[in-house]
């Protein structure tokens, strides 16, 4: 299966309407009733923990583990280990074992790779032996983040706060079901997790536990999962150093995708709620515009400020370390503490100063004052842009660039070897690009670091209809026999069975396939490629994919020809998708690639038998090569500063991993 292919259904699975039992997407509001707790940087490092215990094939709650307290993996060693366990084929537990006897390990990150199996060996010994909710305390004493002796009395009591709670839910737990194992609490909290919804519809071949499964699905049908709003405390995929030189495995294909699509219909979620309710108080839209500014504003000081506590522990941890580059440490940790004061200053402002001339204000007084290297890394930092932001919600942001909202860690080495390159540019799909602009840190998960991920049975079922429809046309197929036949195949070989929801999904595929059929036998135009691949280039990058199927309309030299695209998920009006950038890459391809001078595009939405055409011209050709050409400007420029919005983040599969999800 091609990766394009698997991306493609990444984005599909968006579809609620084929929504497993276990694969809901539980909205913002809903998450609120879990607990505002959940949310916190501590706990979600305990149930990134419970995750990986849980099903330790959950990479994304890895890579959490990996990048947090008390390990602290560095990116660059981050993107190495998981290219070691992808080139070998092995989970990304075995992965780390493996690298610990690569020479391109450096022996610090090899001993902090040492510190993550030692405790995850101990912990997964536990969990058919100890009492659960003594297990999860010890636990929550392991991974007690150094900043937390840092903490103000009162951060410090919200932090111990959050973790009791935590606690408590698992003394429920053991309540409840007595004779429950560790190993069935942490399968409990896995699903409390962020995207726990997700990886419960994935074919993970973990059964659930038996002795709280009920309970399980039932909070999954419930709300269970952590969901709303931004993580409490930064973090994240920190890393500060690691040895450059092993370079990248070129070219995007072989993982799969990040998440779905940001959804269309603007924000929704916690924030449009509580802002539709003020509405209704009769609050103008202007207060609300200016409330809703300095809320961003105090967010974006709460996660500076316990980001700066982090980088003081993590920062601090590393100076008795024998490196070369601790000075680049420490003046990253001074930026951080003035970019801090910056955002106080700014919340500060005298009443009526815009937050534009604030900003200029104290930028003049902190620059005067640091050294040629601070004055660099603040001068360099993409903050006020970010602040600029909040303070104008509804401002356009742009790919990664100046506009885009950071507060994700800087003292980072750069992750080039990792980039997908070609040549002097990179290997781009419409995947990728869309990928990026919704989210250059969802990217950065995804393309970069590759973290590798599971499909969702929603995804596997799409990646089914197209290898039907792609065996059927390449078979030159005539008959609805032969579909049907096909479908029986590519089901089995997928791992689909009969009953209960993978019943009620094949009777969708059956009715789809047959209509689709009779479609095609009703066309008036003629089908004339089938997964037809292109290759082109936009400036030094390297585009490429696959179009599903090309019609020619009309007969004659001068016959226009109409790009297809096969979709399973819900279907989206013309004017939803009037930004799209597929289809747009598409016509340009066909120019270019195929020297088609014209052509038409449409989504076929399969399930619905209803094709979307998307009008020509919506976006010219120059249009779509600027946006390339800023895409993989971002890209190279390691421009990855996450772009959180509930429904951006909703979509996103890397939410255990992000130190900024909202959702
Ligand atoms: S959770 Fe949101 S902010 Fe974080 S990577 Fe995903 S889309 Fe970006």
């Given at each position: 299966m091609p990766a394009a292919r698997v991306d493609d259904e990444r984005e599909d699975h968006a579809r609620a309407g084929h929504a497993s039992p276990g694969e809901r997407h539980e909205s913002p509001g809903e998450h609120e009733s879990s607990g505002?707790?959940?949310?916190?940087a501590e706990v979600r490092d305990v149930l990134a923990w419970m995750r990986l215990l849980a099903d330790p094939h959950d990479a994304a709650a890895i890579v959490r583990a990996l990048a947090r307290p008390p390990i602290e993996l560095h990116q660059v060693e981050l993107a190495r280990v998981i290219q070691v366990a992808r080139r070998r084929k092995l989970g990304l537990v075995l992965g780390l074992a493996a690298a610990t006897e690569s020479p391109h390990i450096p022996p610090e990150a090899r001993e902090r790779i040492q510190r993550f199996l030692d405790l995850h060996a101990s912990f997964a010994g536990e969990l058919d032996v100890a009492a659960p909710d003594e297990l999860l305390a010890t636990l929550v004493r392991r991974l007690r983040a150094p900043a937390r002796a840092l903490l103000a009395a009162r951060d410090a009591a919200e932090h111990d706060a959050g973790l009791e709670r935590l606690q408590e839910l698992a003394r429920e737990f053991v309540r409840e079901f007595p004779r429950a194992s560790a190993r069935e609490l942490a399968r409990h909290l896995a699903t409390v997790a962020p995207g726990a919804g997700e990886r419960r519809g994935a074919n993970t071949g973990t059964p659930a536990p038996t002795t709280a499964s009920s309970r399980s699905e039932g909070q999954a049908g419930t709300g269970g999962h952590a969901g709303a709003g931004s993580e409490a405390r930064g973090g994240g995929v920190a890393g500060a150093d690691g040895v450059a030189g092993v370079s990248g495995e070129a070219g995007a294909g072989g993982v799969a995708g990040a998440g779905g699509e940001a959804g269309t219909g603007g924000e929704t979620g916690a924030r449009a709620d509580a802002a539709d309710g003020e509405r209704a108080n009769g609050v103008g839209d202007e207060a609300l515009d200016d409330q809703t500014a300095e809320r961003e504003l105090h967010d974006a000081f709460q996660l500076l400020r316990e980001e700066v506590l982090d980088a003081v522990a993590r920062i601090g941890g590393r100076l008795g370390e024998l490196r070369l580059d601790t000075d680049l440490d420490i003046s990253h940790g001074v930026a951080r503490y003035l970019e801090l004061l910056k955002v106080s200053a700014a919340l500060q402002r005298p009443a009526g100063q815009s937050l534009a001339d604030a900003l200029a204000d104290v930028n003049t007084r902190l620059l005067a004052a640091v050294t040629p290297l601070q004055r660099e890394i603040l001068q360099t930092s993409p903050l006020d842009a970010a602040l600029v932001r909040a303070a104008e919600p509804g401002a356009p942001v742009a790919a990664g660039g100046e506009g885009a909202s950071t507060l994700t860690p800087r003292e980072q080495r750069s992750l080039t070897p990792f980039l997908p390159r070609r040549g002097t540019g990179l290997a781009l799909s419409a995947s990728d690009i869309h990928t990026y602009r919704s989210c250059p840190l969802r990217y950065k998960f995804a393309r970069v670091l590759r973290i590798p991920l599971e499909q969702t049975v929603n995804q596997r079922f799409g990646i089914v209809v197209h290898q039907v429809l792609e065996r059927y046309h390449r078979e030159d197929g005539q008959t609805l026999e032969l579909m049907l036949r096909l479908l029986e195949d590519c089901w089995r070989r997928a791992g689909f069975g009969r009953d209960g929801l993978d019943g009620d999904l094949r009777e969708k595929a059956l009715a789809a396939l047959t209509r689709y059929h009779a479609r095609l036998r009703a066309h008036d135009s003629k089908p004339v490629w089938f997964e037809r691949q292109f290759h082109f280039r936009v400036g030094p990058h390297h585009l490429r994919g696959r179009v599903d199927r090309v019609d020619r309309l009309g007969d004659g030299a001068d016959a226009e020809y109409e790009l297809i695209d096969y979709k399973t998920s819900r279907p989206k009006t013309a004017e939803q998708l009037h930004a799209d950038i597929q289809l747009s890459l598409y016509a340009l391809a066909a120019r270019e690639d195929w020297r088609l001078a014209s052509s038409r595009q449409a989504y076929y939405y399969v399930l619905d038998d209803l094709k979307v055409p998307v009008a020509a011209g919506a976006r010219d050709a120059r249009s779509v090569e600027e946006i390339v050409l800023e895409v993989g400007e971002g890209i190279l420029a390691e421009r990855f500063d996450p772009t959180p919005s509930p429904a951006t983040c909703a979509m996103c599969d890397y939410r255990i991993t992000c130190p900024v999800a909202r959702a």
């Open positions: 505002a707790f959940l949310r916190r």
